[in-house]
Every structure is written in C-alpha cells, then in structure tokens.
C-alpha cells in the first residue's frame, strides 16, 4: 500500500505486519465541529481498509483533557473542569459513534499519564534539550538546530512571523516551548519543578513515546497541526530517542465555509450534532470521501446536495436489491450455483487498487457509481448476489451505513402476491399491494 508522507513529500509503502497508529485528538471544552472529524473519518478510512485486508493494526487516539481552554471554559462557567470535561469527551465518544467511526485500539486522556509525562520531561531535562525557568521548564529549539522546521520545510528565522507563540518571558529562544508550566490556576499537579501542567506539544510525544516501543508507522493529524504543534511532538521524541517519532505523516486538508477555515474560534462551525439533526453520517461520509483527503475542501449547500442525491440513489439500490433477493431465494430460483466467471467485473480488485494508492476514495466513489449503473440495469440476474455483496462490502469498508428492512415471511409473501398480480395482469390488486408495501418501506 502506498501512502503520501508529508514529511518527505514522496509516496512510501506500507508493509509492515503490524501497522501502530496516532492520531493527535481533540481537547475536550466543546462539541467537536464537522472539520475535526476530517482527520477521524481519515484514519477511520485507513484503519477499515486494515481490516478489509486482515492487516494487524494499533491506533491509539489522545484526548486532550488538560488545556489553558479547558480551565477558562471551567471559569466563566462557574464549573469544575472535571465537570466540563466530562461533559465534552462523553460527547466526543458519542460523536465517533454516531458517525460511524471504529472505535479506536485505545483512547487515552492525557489526564491519566501525568507521571509518565513529567518522567519523560525529566529526561529531556537530563540530556540538555530542556531547562528550567522559575518552575516552568522549556524546550531548548537551539539544541535541534538542524531538525527543527524540517517537518513543515520552513527556516528556522522565518518560522514566528505570523504564528501566535507563547508569551513567557525569561524563554531563550523565541520559538522555545512550554513541557511543563507552573500555574495556580486550574488543576494542577506535584512535579519536581513546581505545581503545574504539562504542555500540549509534549502530551502527544508522550503518548506515542509509552504506548509504542518503537518509532510509528502512521502519524495523522489536520494540515494546521504541521506547525508547530507536530514539529514539536518531532523534536522532543527525537531528543529522547534519537530516532524519528513517525515513518510517515499524513495531513489531512481544511475543511472551509464559504472559503474559510472551519474553526471554533472564528465562530463559523457547523458541530457533527448540528450536521447530524438535519442530514446523515452518510451525507459527511460521501463529502469526505468523494473528495482527496489532502485537498482543502469547501462545503456548501450543493455540497450537501449532492451527497444527499447520492446517498439517495444508493438507498434505493439497496432497498431494490433486498426484496429482489429476498424474492429469489425464497423462489428457490437460486440453486443453480453463480458462474464467477458470468461476473463481468473486478470490482473488488479495482477497489483494492484505489485504496491502495493513498487512499483514492474519489476513484471509489466513482467505482461505485459504475457498479450501480451496472447493478441496476445490466447485471445478469445470477450474479445479483454476488455483485451486490461486493458493493455492500464496498460501501461497508469505507464507512457508510444503511438502515434496509430485514423482510419478513410476511413482508415476502406480499411480494409474492404482488408479482402474481403482475402476471395475471390483476392492476387493481397489483397497484394496490405495491401501495402497501411502498409505505411499509419494502420496496
Ligand atoms: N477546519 C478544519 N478542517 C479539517 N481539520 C480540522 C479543521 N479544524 C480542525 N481540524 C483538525 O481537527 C483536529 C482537532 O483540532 P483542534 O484540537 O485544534 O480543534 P479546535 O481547537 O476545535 O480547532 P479550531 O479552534 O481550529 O476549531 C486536528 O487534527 C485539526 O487539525
Ligand atoms: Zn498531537
């Protein structure tokens, strides 16, 4: 399988037995908008591919339960940050599930690692790569001179004209960040340095530094995390360990309304329970994947639209097929055994080839569209099964989900009586049960 690396700009194979995984998650103080599920429904893609193909897989996701967010929502709320963190990550899970994402091997808040993190501040502290300001300790970006800006291909002189740094005084560099910051404000905990909290940027180096032994094979996260966020987590794990965090980054692009960014703090998000209350996991599903993950992408009501027509069409095969089958089978017209050889496609080996080439779910979803094309005007009738089990694996693999009736004996036996009707020509008798089973959703 080959993968674009944003790192190093090239495509990389994919072979390893075992693939580990990271994506950096969110931080618990609000509802999570529809463009911070564009990285999850990325990985959710890979990881459902992984399993198509019964490769071994681990993806550990981090929740972001300890922030300067997280402390002032508490404030102006009058709540404890418990509380409203609590409130905001049983959304959050809700939210995965709701949209239809595996859960991952292991979710994690940072919360329950602090001993972890300040043992691994302390070691970057002791190789000389971090040093300690009345309490708060820093990472020293002089001391990875040469490593620093690789990830996002910037000077290391250029980097801070335009991005927001901390604004600690007593920093020797400019572009040095906080590992661990004293604070009396928020919750805070007992480390050598002082009470405090440790640092976003360390919490995921953290995280990939415990929970795999190894360097990882994929690092995902949104394109607004290269820098700093990611360059950050790459230099302390490179510091500790001398050897690189990630083989392999993927960024996925922004997702922009009326052509600017989706973000919580220009007011201008849609939540995945907005999005949710008016149209379907499937309508977010089709506007992620019909488009390349690394593009920017700018939803907008036609959009939606489309989505929605797509999606509406592919009910409707859905819905066909089951009762055609169902219909079949009960007929017993099925015992002839299914010639593979009548089936005039490979779908299954064009899909595979898409997904393989970094992910090409455009190419799937146009795919798909020849399948139903196919399905719904020339396929032989033997090969109704088989074709469409292919196109509900297709669909199924890439994370759509479909609510179709499961038939009864009854519900059968209507159909029966309304293609009998058919033959005999009885219109009346036929009209009329093709009414009844239309509003009980059969056909
Ligand atoms: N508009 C967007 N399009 C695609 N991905 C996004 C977008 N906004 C955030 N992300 C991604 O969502 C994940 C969570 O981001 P983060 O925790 O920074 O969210 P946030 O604080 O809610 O962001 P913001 O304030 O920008 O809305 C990250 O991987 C980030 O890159
Ligand atoms: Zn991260």
Redesign the pocket.
């Known amino acids: 399988m080959k993968l674009f690396d944003s790192f190093s700009t090239n495509f990389k194979d994919i072979d390893e037995d075992q693939i580990n995984i990271y994506?950096?998650?969110?931080?618990v103080?609000?509802y999570?908008?529809i463009?911070?599920?564009?990285?999850?429904i990325l990985a959710d893609t890979l990881v459902r591919y992984f399993d198509h193909k019964k490769i071994k897989y681990k993806y550990l996701l981090n929740i972001?339960d300890i922030d300067d967010?997280i402390i002032n929502k508490a404030i102006d709320l009058n709540i404890t940050e418990d509380e409203l963190v609590d409130k905001y990550k049983n959304a959050f899970l809700k939210n995965l599930n709701d949209l239809n994402i595996k859960t991952p091997s292991n979710i994690v808040a940072i919360s329950s690692k602090i001993g972890e993190i300040i043992n691994f501040i302390d070691v970057l502290i002791e190789k000389g790569y971090a040093y300690i300001v009345d309490g708060s300790v820093y990472f020293d970006i002089s001391k990875v001179k040469n490593e620093y800006g690789k990830l996002s291909k910037q000077q290391l002189e250029n980097l801070w004209t335009g991005v927001r740094v901390d604004l600690e005084k007593n920093k020797k560099n400019q572009g040095d960040f906080a590992l661990w910051k004293k604070t009396d404000i928020g919750k805070n905990w007992l480390s050598k340095w002082s009470l405090g909290r440790p640092g976003w940027h360390t919490e995921c180096a953290l995280m990939i530094d415990h929970f795999f032994s190894e360097t990882i094979d994929i690092h995902?996260?949104?394109?607004?995390?290269k820098f700093p966020h990611h360059e950050n987590e790459r230099v302390q794990y490179l510091a500790k360990n001398e050897k690189e965090i990630a083989k392999l980054w993927m960024?996925?692009?922004?997702?922009?309304i009326e052509n600017v960014?989706?973000?919580?703090?220009?007011g201008n998000?849609i939540t995945v329970n907005e999005f949710l209350e008016k149209y379907n996991l499937n309508t977010l599903r089709y506007i992620f994947l019909s488009s390349n993950y690394r593009q920017p992408?700018n939803i907008s009501i036609d959009v939606i639209n489309q989505a929605i027509e797509w999606n509406k069409k592919v009910f409707n095969l859905l819905k066909t097929s089951n009762w055609k089958l169902a219909i079949k089978e009960i007929n017993q017209r099925n015992q002839i055994p299914i010639d593979e050889d009548l089936v005039p496609f490979n779908y299954m080996d064009k899909f595979n080839s898409y997904m393989e080439d970094d992910l090409n779910t455009p190419m799937v979803i146009t795919l798909l569209d020849e399948m139903m094309k196919n399905l719904n005007s020339q396929i032989k009738d033997s090969c109704l099964d088989l074709c469409m089990s292919e196109f509900k694996s297709i669909l199924d693999c890439i994370g759509f989900k479909y609510h179709i009736k499961q038939l009864t004996d009854k519900d059968i036996k209507k159909l029966n009586l309304w293609k009998k009707a058919l033959t005999k020509k009885d219109y009346i008798k036929a009209d009329k049960l093709r009414k009844e089973l239309i509003e009980s959703e059969i056909i």
């Open positions: 994506t950096c998650g969110p931080t103080y609000d999570i908008h463009g911070n599920a564009r990285p999850l972001t967010k995902i996260g949104g394109i607004d995390l960024h996925n692009g922004h997702l922009s960014k989706m973000s919580k703090s220009l998000i992408l």
